[in-house]
């Protein structure tokens, strides 16, 4: 692992020490997981998703029925009319 030296401003290192601590980590460790995450490729909805994607295109449903459905289950949730 290599390691390397960045200057920060004031109020950008006071925000990385605050988040670091609400996170329960050194800020070296935040800081450094920050980075790996800004700099790692960007996965695709199908590598995130993983099976829940194919089971969904088996089930044949289309996006905007999905949309549907959960706009349904959440009114009835939540005990609220759902209205077309």
């Known amino acids: 692992m290599a390691t390397i030296?960045?200057?920060?401003?004031?109020?950008?290192?006071?925000?990385?020490?605050?988040?670091?601590?609400?996170?329960?980590?050194?800020?070296?460790?935040?800081?450094?997981?920050?980075?790996?995450?800004?700099?790692?490729?960007?996965?695709?909805l199908r590598e995130i998703s993983g099976s829940v994607h194919e089971r969904f295109i088996a089930t044949g449903m289309s996006e905007e029925g999905l949309a549907e459905t959960l706009e349904r289950e959440d009114h009835a949730a939540r005990g609220v009319p759902y209205d077309e």
């Open 5 to 44: 030296t960045v200057r920060f401003p004031d109020p950008t290192e006071e925000r990385l020490r605050i988040q670091a601590a609400a996170a329960g980590k050194p800020v070296e460790q935040h800081v450094s997981e920050v980075l790996e995450a800004q700099t790692s490729p960007i996965k695709t």
